[in-house]
């Protein structure tokens, strides 16, 4: 069993800074990549950034927070995080950490339960 357990959520003014963690444990052989989504009262869940395990790690991010969110990871823990600058009301959402790996013989795509971000104007 794989447990994926997010941290940093809160209420920020706009312009502000949140640091988001996510850390995955349990029966995990090998991790493919972490990200981070959102999703928004009444829209749906969209990808904020990913990023693979490899060698630098590849990034990927939605055009609406380049520049202002960078993720990052650290292989020996297993964990994702993803600083977020500059904050926008538009940002609010809950935030929810997945995890592609190996657990077993198997390929999973794992989900965290969600972190609430606010951003206030």
């Known amino acids: 069993q794989v447990h994926l357990v997010e941290s940093g959520g809160g209420l920020v003014q706009a312009g502000g800074s949140l640091r988001l963690s996510c850390a995955a444990s349990?029966?995990?052989?090998?991790?493919?990549?972490m990200g981070w989504y959102r999703q928004a009262p009444g829209k749906q869940r969209e990808l904020v950034a990913s990023?693979?395990?490899?060698?630098?790690?590849?990034?990927n991010y939605a055009d609406s927070v380049k520049g202002r969110f960078t993720i990052s990871r650290d292989n020996i823990k297993n964990t994702v995080y993803l600083q977020m600058n500059s904050l926008k009301p538009e940002d609010t959402a809950v935030y929810y950490c997945n995890a592609d790996l190996v657990s077993g013989k198997m390929s999973y795509d794992y989900w965290g339960q969600g972190t609430q971000v606010t951003v206030s104007s």
């Open positions: 349990g029966n995990i052989f090998s991790i493919n990549a």
């Open positions: 990023i693979t395990s490899g060698s630098g790690g590849t990034t």
